[in-house]
Structure formats: C-alpha cells, structure tokens
C-alpha cells in the first residue's frame, strides 16, 4: 500500500513533465494557431492595403489600423506592428518583456518564435516629422527598453506611464471636443516639429523618454516630465485651449 501512495505521484510528476516537453516540441501552427490566423488575417490586409494605396499604412494611424484588425492597447496595438524605411514591416504578439516572440515580416515572410527585428532606426539622418496640433507620448522602442532593464524601478515607470497614456488616449477617441487633435505613441529615436515657435526643432527622444509633448503651430512646445496616474486631459485643455460642453 506505502508502495502504490509513493508511486503514484511519481507517475503524475511523470505525465506532467512528458506532456509539457511534448506540447514545447509541437509547431507553432499547433501552440500558437488562433494567433496565427488573426496574424494571416492582418497580413492579407495589409497586403491588400499597400495595393490600393501604394504604401504600407502608418504605424500611428491608429483608425486605419484598427479597420486592419489590429486591436487597440496602452503600448500601441496588438499584435505590435513596426516598418522600417524600405517599405518592410513586422508584426509580433508580445508575451511579457523578454523575447523570444512569435513574429512574422514580410522579408522572412514566415511565422517563427525569435526575437523581433527592431525596424525603429537609431540612424540620425532617418527622422519622424510631425506638425500640427499634437499629442506625442515618448516610450522606447523595444531595443531601447532592453537597454534599461536593469535600472531600478523601470517596469513599474513604464507599467505606470503605459497605463496614464492609455487612458488619456481613451477620452481622446471618445470625446468629441477632441477631434480634431491627433496623438501618437513616439518611439523613433529621432523627431523633428516642424510648425511649432521656433521650429524646425529637431529631438533625440532618448533625452524625453516617458514624457509627453503636446505641439501646436506657432505655440512653444509643452513638454510634461510628470507621469500622471489619472492623464494628461487637463494640461492638453490648457494648451490647445480646448472648451469643455
């Protein structure tokens, strides 16, 4: 009897480990398949959107991403979409901090588990333009933020600046005194203002990261240092003057 109570949990133990070593050995099209055809649904109109327009859509045209079936989050979308200067672009279902990741490109052109191509240039003379009234919420990109992990403290800043950004974000789409700012999440590492007093400014964001900076023409930019747990909606009326109902 003391052999059978013995033996059996040395079985399960057994089972666990056999059924966890054959489910890490299955292919992804396995593991990982309503991943995947959400992808492959994406993927196909993407393609079907460089067709018709002749480009690859923005990654801060958040409306016309969404209509791509990307769904919307505080970190951008999901999956995380990135494209380079080449007229090549990634996608990528981001599982926790580290990679590697489920990703797919249109260079590789095949769904594989490895770690992810940053297409976001660290190259000076490769510059994000922006102009008008804006909202820019500075993050690093995933490379950049691989570099800060081991600062104290960085997950809970960017956990924190993640979600006051995504919140703001939220008012800004539902509320109609909004319409007519636009807003975007930055991780390029080099930005230039174009329209704003004293511009053309141009901006190394590794200097700004976590902050947000509001634009306007001819105005001074804002630059908020403070993350705020509630949003940014107050110091965005104060800047772009913008009346309440």
């Not at 329209?195 to 930019?221: A, F, G, H």
């Amino acid at each position: 009897m003391l052999k059978k109570i013995i033996l059996y949990p040395l079985v399960l133990i057994a089972l666990i480990v056999i059924g966890v070593f054959t489910y890490q050995n299955l292919p992804i099209e396995s593991t990982r398949k309503s991943d995947i055809e959400q992808g492959n649904k994406i993927i196909q109109k993407i393609e079907q959107y460089q067709s018709i327009h002749n480009k690859l859509p923005q990654k801060n045209d958040w409306k016309t991403l969404e209509n791509l079936g990307f769904q919307m989050n505080e970190t951008g979308t999901k999956p995380n979409y990135t494209l380079d200067y080449n007229g090549n672009y990634e996608i990528t279902f981001l599982d926790g901090f580290d990679d590697p990741y489920l990703i797919w490109n249109s260079i590789d052109k095949k769904w594989k588990i490895d770690f992810a191509t940053t297409f976001n240039s660290n190259d000076e003379n490769e510059v994000a333009f922006f102009k008008g009234n804006q909202i820019l919420f500075i993050r690093p990109s995933e490379e950049k933020f691989k570099s800060l992990q081991e600062e104290q403290g960085i997950y809970e800043v960017d956990s924190d600046f993640g979600f006051a950004i995504q919140q703001t974000m939220d008012s800004l789409r539902l509320l109609s005194k909004y319409k007519d700012l636009k807003f975007e999440i930055v991780t390029d590492r080099f930005i230039e203002i174009k329209d704003c007093k004293n511009c053309p400014m141009k901006i190394d964001t590794d200097t700004l990261l976590y902050t947000t900076i509001l634009i306007s023409p001819r105005k001074e930019i804002k630059i908020i240092e403070i993350i705020h747990s509630m949003g940014y909606l107050s110091a965005i009326d104060d800047f772009f003057d913008v009346k309440s109902f």
